[in-house]
C-alpha cells in the first residue's frame, strides 16, 4: 500500500492507483472534462492537473501514479490558473452558444466554465466551420461543438467495439467521423448512442422530440425493458414524459446500452397506447368503463369454469411483465382458477 | 446463466453457438468484443454468418438442427486426445461410461458430412475450447428452439461437464435469455409444472406448501404449455384464454392454427397496444408499460433488479398486477396489495431463491439468486465445487434430422431469428420513427446461387410456402445463409410464423423447432 497526502488528508492506496482515484477515495473530487474509469487517462489537455510537492510541472491526475510520500495539492491558485487557461483554449475552438444549446446544463465545458469563471477564450478560432452530420435517424454528431477529447472514439473502439468513429484529420485539428469522412448513415454504426452518452459537450447530440433543458428532468433509475440483458439506465422525464435516457453503470452493462435501450423509448408515450378496456359487442371492440369490462372477464372465467371445469381456461403470462405480476397471474389461474394452465413466451 | 455478464469480459474462450449475440443481446455482444480485445478466442457456430463471425477465430457454419452431431463430435476430439478433466469426471459427475460408448460414434468426419463444416475445424474448436479454465459456453435460441431443444442442451452441459468448465470464473453454460423478464417470469411459476422457485406442481410435500400459504385446495395435475393450450383452444377444449403481454398472433407458430384458435376460444388480452392478437379478443385490458410502474424483473443472470415507475399510465391503463389482483378479488378470492412490493414479500415467503431479496436491498444493486437470507450476498457462479445436484448427470444423446426436412416438395430448410432494431412482435419497437428508417419492412434472406438458379433478384418479392402455409416477401439476396439455407426474422406478423411447424414439440420441454422448416421458394410472376 502507498501512503500519501492529497489536500492535507493522509490517504492509502494499493500501488498502481493514480492520482485521480486515490482523490475519489478519500472523497475529494478532482475536477475533469473527460474522465471515465472505464477508458483509462483523460487527454492530454484536460483540466485534471493537479500539484505535487517537489515537482514543477502540474502532472495530470488521471495518469499520474502515486509515490510513497507524495503531497498532493488539488485546489491551489496554481493549479486553478493552469484549468483556467486550458479551458481558454478550448473555448476559442468551441461556440459560445449557450443559451441555445440543448447540452446546456449537462455540459462538462459549461460546468467548468461557471466553476472556474472562465468567460472568454483564449487566442483565436483555429477550427474551420463543418457541416453537422444528421444521418442517422437517432443522433446527430455537429463537429462545430466538438472538442476532440476522443472519448466517444474510445467508446466506440474499446467497449462497444465497433470501430466506427474515428479522428480524421484536418489541418493541426483532429474532427470525429467514421473513417475518411463518410456519413454515419454510410458507415457500419448500429446507433448503440453510446458515443452520445459519454460525449461531454454537445457534439454528439439524441434527436429530441422534445423541447428540454437538463435541469427540468428528473432522472429515474430502472431496469431496460427489451432484451434480457438487463441494463440499468436513467429515464429523464419532464412533464410526465421521457425525453432522454442514459446508461447508468450496472452490474450487467457497464454503462452501456443499445439502440433500443438508448434511443426506443418512444412507445411509452406512443398516441397508440390503449387508454380504455375494450369489449367485442356485434363483432366490434368497443370502448368500455373498467368496470363493465371486469364484469364480462369475470362472469366468463365463473361460468365457464362452472359449466366445463377449471382446465378448460388457460392464461399465457408474460415474459416482458414485472416479477410481481407473473407471480399474481400463476396465482390467480392456479389458487383461483384451479387449474395449472399458465405458460409464457419463454419458449417463443 | 450459471455465471455472469460481466464475467464474459475476462473469459480466455468463448464458444457462442445459436447466439446471434450482438443483434440479440447487444450489449453482452460488446463484452464478448471486449473479451476478443483482450485476446480472448471465439468460437461461433451458427447457420448464418452472424456480425460475431468477424471476430471468430473458428466459424462454424452449421446446417440449421445440427448443434447435437457438432456438440458431440468435438466431445469426441476431446476424450480421443484425452483433453478431458479426468478428475472432474471421477468426482463429480455420472454416467459417463454409456456416454463414452455413444461419443465414439460421432467421429469428426461423420459430424462434419452432418453440420457442413470441416472435420479440422471441429478439432480445432475442441482443443481450444480446452485450453483454457476460462472457457464459456453462451447460448441461445439457435440451440433451444428444435425439436430436440433439449436434448442439444444436454450436449452443451456435457461438454462443460467432461471439461469440469463449470462453477469458476468465466466460466460454465450460459443461455442468453431473449426477453426482458423471462427468467422471472420462470422463477415465478408462470409454467405449467412448476410453481415459483421450480418447485413440481406434483409433488405432494409442495402442493401442501401452497395449499397452506394460498389457503386453498390445489390441482396437481401438470396444465398445458402454450402450444398445447393454443392447440386445445382450437379443438374447443380450452374454451377461455387470458394472455398478457404476449402477441401469439406473430410469435407463435403456424399463424394460420393460432388465428383459428383465438377466434374459437373467448380471449382476454392485456397489452400495452391493440397488437395482432387483440385484434382478436373479445375483451382487451389497458395496461401500463415499465415506465409506469414499480417492480422488478430477473434478467438473463438471475439478477433481481428494480423497475421503477417514472411517468403515469394513460387513459385509464393500470398496472397488470392491479388488473389481475381485482380479478382475483372479484372472484372472491382475497387479494390485498397495495404495491408491487407487497406481492414481492410474498413472493419471498414461499421462494426459497428470493427469501432473501427485499426492495430495500434492491434499492442500491440488484441480486441474483439464489438467495436465501438477508445476510447472503447472492450468488454470482453456480455449481462452484462441484455441481448443485451432487453429481452432474452426464446423458447421452443423438442427432436426429427434423422431419421438417428431407422432402422434395419443401427441399429448402427456413430459420428465423432477431435482427438487432426490432424487439420480438414489434409491439413498442414498430412505434419508433427511427427504428422504421432502419429496419422498415419484413425480408428474405437468400443466397446469390439459390436466388440466381430462381432468376430472383435483390429486393424481388418472393412466394415462399412451406406446408403451413405461404407468404410473399421481399428478398435480400445474402452468402450470409447457406445455398439451402433461407432467413427471415419472426418479428412481423403474418410473417416467418405462418411458415412454422406449431404440431411438432420437442419431447421434454414442448418447445416448437421454431429453426428448422421445410419450404420451397419461387420469384413471384
Not at chain 2, 209 to 217: S, T
Not at chain 2, 448 to 458: F, Q, R
Amino acid at each position: 500500500m502507498i501512503n500519501l497526502k492529497i489536500d492535507g488528508r493522509d490517504v492509502c492506496v494499493p500501488e498502481g492507483t493514480t492520482i485521480l482515484e486515490a482523490a475519489e477515495t478519500a472523497g475529494i473530487n478532482i475536477p475533469t472534462l473527460t474522465y471515465d474509469p472505464r477508458l483509462g487517462p483523460c487527454g492530454d489537455w484536460d483540466v485534471c492537473v493537479v500539484e505535487v510537492e517537489g515537482r514543477l510541472d502540474f502532472p495530470k491526475a488521471s495518469s499520474t501514479v502515486v509515490e510513497e510520500g507524495m503531497v498532493v495539492r488539488t485546489e491551489t491558485p496554481a493549479v486553478v490558473n493552469v484549468r483556467k487557461a486550458i479551458l481558454g483554449r478550448i473555448l476559442a475552438n468551441h461556440p459560445l452558444d449557450c443559451l441555445t444549446c440543448p447540452k446546456s446544463g449537462a455540459c462538462k465545458l459549461q460546468e467548468l466554465c461557471f466553476k472556474y469563471d472562465v468567460k472568454e477564450a483564449t487566442g483565436v478560432k483555429t477550427r474551420e466551420e463543418r457541416p453537422i452530420d444528421d444521418t442517422n435517424p437517432f443522433y446527430y454528431s455537429d463537429p462545430n461543438k466538438c472538442i476532440s477529447c476522443g472519448k466517444c472514439v474510445e467508446v466506440c473502439a474499446k467497449l462497444q467495439c465497433a470501430k466506427v468513429l474515428s479522428f480524421v484529420e484536418k489541418g493541426p485539428h483532429k474532427y470525429v467521423s467514421p473513417p475518411f469522412g463518410t456519413a454515419i448513415a454510410q458507415s457500419e454504426c448500429v446507433s448503440c448512442g453510446n458515443c452520445v452518452s459519454v460525449c461531454p459537450v454537445g457534439a454528439l447530440m439524441p434527436k429530441s422530440k422534445e423541447v428540454f433543458r437538463y435541469w427540468e428532468t428528473e432522472p429515474v433509475r430502472t431496469t431496460c425493458s427489451y432484451c434480457g440483458v438487463g441494463c440499468q439506465m436513467d429515464v429523464l422525464v419532464k412533464d410526465n414524459k421521457i425525453v432522454d435516457v442514459r446508461p447508468a453503470d450496472g452490474p450487467a452493462n457497464g454503462g452501456l446500452l443499445c439502440v433500443k435501450g438508448k434511443f426506443a423509448y418512444g412507445f411509452v408515450n406512443h398516441p397508440d397506447r390503449l387508454k380504455k378496456p375494450l369489449v367485442r359487442k356485434n363483432g366490434k371492440l368497443e370502448e368500455v368503463t373498467w368496470e363493465e369490462a371486469f364484469d364480462v372477464v369475470v362472469s366468463k372465467l365463473k361460468e365457464t369454469k362452472e359449466q366445463y371445469g377449471p382446465d378448460s381456461i388457460a392464461a399465457f403470462s408474460s415474459a416482458r411483465a414485472l416479477n410481481e405480476e407473473n407471480y399474481l397471474m400463476a396465482k390467480l389461474m392456479r389458487a383461483v382458477i384451479g387449474t395449472n394452465n399458465i405458460d409464457h413466451c419463454a419458449r417463443l | 446463466m450459471t455465471n455472469s455478464i460481466a464475467e464474459i469480459s475476462d473469459a480466455e474462450v468463448i464458444f457462442a453457438v445459436g447466439s446471434n449475440t450482438t443483434e440479440s443481446h447487444p450489449v453482452i455482444g460488446a463484452r464478448v468484443r471486449q473479451a476478443v480485445r483482450k485476446g480472448a478466442k471465439l468460437i461461433v457456430a451458427d447457420s448464418r454468418d452472424i456480425p460475431l463471425k468477424r471476430d471468430a477465430e473458428i466459424y462454424l457454419k452449421i446446417k440449421p438442427g445440427t448443434n447435437i452431431a457438432l456438440i458431440n463430435a468435438m466431445i469426441n476430439v476431446i476424450l480421443e486426445e484425452g483433453l478431458e478433466d479426468k478428475e472432474y469426471i471421477k468426482n463429480n459427475t455420472e454416467g459417463y461410461d454409456e456416454f463414452v460408448e455413444v461419443i465414439k460414434k460421432y467421429t469428426p468426419e461423420k459430424a462434419a458430412e452432418i453440420c457442413g463444416v470441416d472435420p479440422e475445424d471441429i478439432r480445432k474448436a475442441a482443443r481450444l475450447y480446452t485450453s483454457t479454465p476460462k472457457a464459456t459456453i453462451l447460448y441461445c435460441m439457435g440451440v433451444t428452439q428444435h425439436l430436440n431443444g433439449t436434448e442439444t442442451v444436454i450436449s452443451l452441459s456435457n461438454l462443460a461437464l467432461v471439461t469440469g468448465n463449470l462453477g469458476r470464473e468465466s466460466s460454465g453454460i450460459n443461455p442468453l435469455r431473449g426477453q426482458n423478464n423471462v427468467q422471472g417470469a420462470c422463477d415465478m411459476g408462470a409454467l405449467p409444472n412448476l410453481f415459483t422457485g421450480y418447485q413440481p406442481v406434483n409433488n405432494p410435500e409442495v402442493i401442501q406448501k401452497f395449499e397452506k400459504a394460498w389457503g386453498v385446495k390445489l390441482n396437481n395435475k401438470v396444465g398445458l404449455t402454450v402450444p398445447e393450450a393454443m392447440h386445445k383452444a382450437e379443438q374447443g377444449e380450452v374454451k377461455v384464454l387470458y394472455i398478457f403481454g404476449e402477441n401469439p398472433m406473430v410469435s407463435d407458430p403456424d399463424t394460420g392454427h393460432v388465428e383459428k384458435a383465438l377466434k374459437k376460444a373467448f380471449v382476454i388480452v392485456q397489452d400495452l397496444f391493440l397488437t395482432e392478437t387483440a385484434e382478436l379478443a373479445d375483451v382487451v385490458l389497458p395496461a401500463a408499460c415499465f415506465a409506469e410502474k414499480d417492480g422488478t424483473f430477473t434478467n438473463t443472470e438471475r439478477r433481481v433488479q428494480r423497475v421503477r415507475k417514472a411517468v403515469e399510465p394513460p387513459g385509464e391503463a393500470k398496472a397488470d398486477w392491479e388488473i389481475i389482483a381485482e380479478i382475483m378479488n372479484r372472484l372472491g378470492y382475497e387479494a390485498k396489495y397495495n404495491s408491487a412490493e407487497d406481492i414481492f414479500n410474498e413472493i419471498r415467503t414461499v421462494t426459497p431463491q428470493y427469501a432473501g431479496i427485499t426492495y430495500k436491498r434492491l434499492d442500491k444493486e440488484g441480486i441474483q439468486w439464489p438467495c436465501p437470507t438477508e445476510d447472503h450476498p447472492g450468488t454470482k457462479i453456480l455449481h462452484v465445487g462441484k455441481p448443485t445436484r451432487g453429481k452432474g448427470l452426464i446423458k447421452p444423446v443423438e442427432y436426429e434430422e427434423s422431419p421438417e426436412l428431407g422432402s422434395e416438395e419443401y427441399p429448402l430448410i427456413l430459420t428465423t431469428g432477431r435482427i438487432l432494431y426490432h424487439y420480438h412482435t414489434r409491439t413498442m419497437t414498430a412505434r419508433i420513427e427511427g427504428i422504421n428508417k432502419l429496419a422498415p419492412e419484413n425480408y428474405i434472406e437468400i443466397n446469390p446461387k439459390l436466388a440466381a438458379a430462381k432468376g430472383i433478384k435483390d429486393g424481388d418479392m418472393v412466394k415462399v410456402t412451406s406446408r403451413r402455409g405461404e407468404i410473399t416477401i421481399k428478398a435480400r439476396v445474402t452468402d450470409r445463409v447457406a445455398e439451402n439455407v433461407v432467413f427471415i426474422p419472426f418479428h412481423w406478423g403474418y410473417g416467418a410464423n405462418v411458415l412454422t411447424n406449431g404440431e411438432l414439440l420437442d419431447k421434454y420441454c414442448k418447445i416448437p423447432g421454431l429453426k428448422v422448416t421445410g419450404v420451397r421458394l419461387e420469384k413471384l410472376a
